[in-house]
């Protein structure tokens, strides 16, 4: 199980980005791939989450209607599209996948076994 995150970037206030997870060695399906992200000095916190196989999706509360997350069942990856970005949410984006059984219902717990090596996102004021 291998993901590879991509897609970070420095952008301006309000602009912005859409993050990539692709996943290799598996096929998403009964899977839930999550974003979490991690400010300098600060605890890595969940962004979002989809359920690949039905598609349900989750969001941290304070990030709902600015992010969105998505996925291409064919190309095996998850997307995370970012707008009206804030210099807030400067940080290491990191995708990380587990077994729906394992994780449902605590969507971004520190149960996810398999993580991407992080992509910098840097938003300029």
């Known amino acids: 199980v291998q993901l590879q995150a991509s897609g970070g970037g420095l952008v301006q206030t309000g602009g912005s980005l859409r993050l990539s997870c692709a996943a290799s060695g598996f096929t998403l399906d009964y899977w839930v791939i999550a974003w979490f992200r991690q400010a300098p000095g600060k605890e890595r916190e969940g962004v979002s989450c989809i359920s690949v196989s039905d598609g349900s999706t989750y969001y941290t509360e304070s990030l709902k209607g600015r992010f969105t997350i998505s996925r291409d069942n064919a190309k095996n990856t998850v997307y995370l599209q970012m707008s009206s970005l804030k210099p807030e949410d400067t940080a290491v984006y990191y995708c990380?996948?587990?077994?729906?059984?394992?994780?449902?219902?605590?969507?971004?717990?520190?149960?996810?076994?398999?993580w991407g090596q992080g992509t910098q996102v840097t938003v300029s004021s």
């Open positions: 990380a996948a587990e077994l729906l059984e394992v994780v449902a219902g605590h969507w971004f717990s520190p149960k996810y076994d398999y």
